[in-house]
């Protein structure tokens, strides 16, 4: 066993401590751990308690960019949300001057208790109080990027996933590499609809055709009559061609088809699946207790 005599006396002077103070303690750890949770959870109850266009953007990005982003939600994410926090705050600020018809007495005291007007929805009302909430917010915002360059993710934008997961990453690299390999084998024909052909292979051709005429110039001159039924109309052999031309252009608009929505499937399916299965993080894997929140 591990034995560490100041890690003993810490743990004693601990026990030792009021249990208010540890309970702030343990708040506080609480909620550093949690930080992203309170981010979300203040975001929200901003907007229950403004409920106007202005709050609702913030909830929106949480719900559809925030807790689908695998591990975790990116630096971009949370500077837009800084940014908006700032600029509602001086939007609400700039709009609470006197000169504005709807911050007079009259209007307010007609027009306060009544939601559908376009500033109470706005959310551009004079109002004791306006931008306290905002400010709470703009706060835990500021926490939660304060932890995040303490813990050194706030510039990092690659996890250090275990080796078990880098050997599950190989192979399922090496399967579709064998996949794409089939592909080509198999003769499906690649989706380029505008292809740049290549004239010096054009000239190779043409040269190694001119090679084999002269070569096969000689036995041409000795049989004329092959030379000639070439020229015969054979109504047979003309309809077989076409048919086995419209079976093989049927065969390879088949192939296209099945290619691309496989194109179009396959990354819509690969979504799905990284959001139902995501990447374990060892930093914060706290994705169930986010989707709990969604389900209350």
């Known amino acids: 066993m591990f034995y560490d005599e100041e890690l003993e006396e810490s743990d004693k002077f601990y026990e030792t401590l009021p249990r208010p103070l540890r309970l702030s303690f343990a708040l506080y750890n609480t909620m550093v751990s949690k930080s992203e949770m309170l981010c979300y959870f203040v975001i929200i109850l901003n907007h229950m308690v403004s409920a106007s266009i202005l709050s609702l953007v913030l909830p929106i990005l949480i719900f559809l960019w925030a807790m689908l982003s695998v591990p975790r939600p990116t630096k971009r994410f949370w500077m837009t949300a800084i940014i908006y926090t700032e600029i ?51 706060l835990a915002l500021f926490l939660h990027r304060s932890i995040l360059k303490c813990h050194g993710l706030w510039d990092n934008k690659e996890v250090c996933l275990p080796e078990s997961k880098k050997k599950k990453k190989s192979k399922r690299q090496k399967k579709r590499g064998s996949k794409g390999e089939d592909d080509t084998n198999s003769g499906i024909v690649p989706w380029h609809l505008f292809k740049h052909q290549n004239p010096s292979k054009n000239v190779f051709r043409k040269r190694r055709s001119s090679q084999k005429a002269v070569a096969e110039g000689t036995h041409q001159k000795k049989e004329p009559k092959s030379r000639w039924n070439c020229f015969k109309r054979n109504p047979k052999k003309k309809r077989l061609s076409l048919k086995e031309r419209l079976k093989q252009e049927w065969i390879k608009l088949k192939k296209l088809a099945v290619k691309i929505a496989l194109q179009i499937y396959l990354p819509i399916r690969q979504f799905f699946y990284d959001i139902i299965h995501p990447e374990y993080s060892p930093v914060c894997d706290v994705y169930a207790i986010m989707f709990l929140v969604d389900v209350i």
């Open 88 to 138: 509602t705050v001086v939007l609400k600020y700039s709009f609470q001057f006197g000169f504005f018809p709807w911050t007079s007495t009259v209007y307010r005291s007609m027009n306060a208790d009544k939601p559908f007007r376009l500033p109470n929805i706005i959310g551009i009302e004079k109002k004791d109080g306006y931008v306290h909430f905002d400010l709470i917010q703009l």
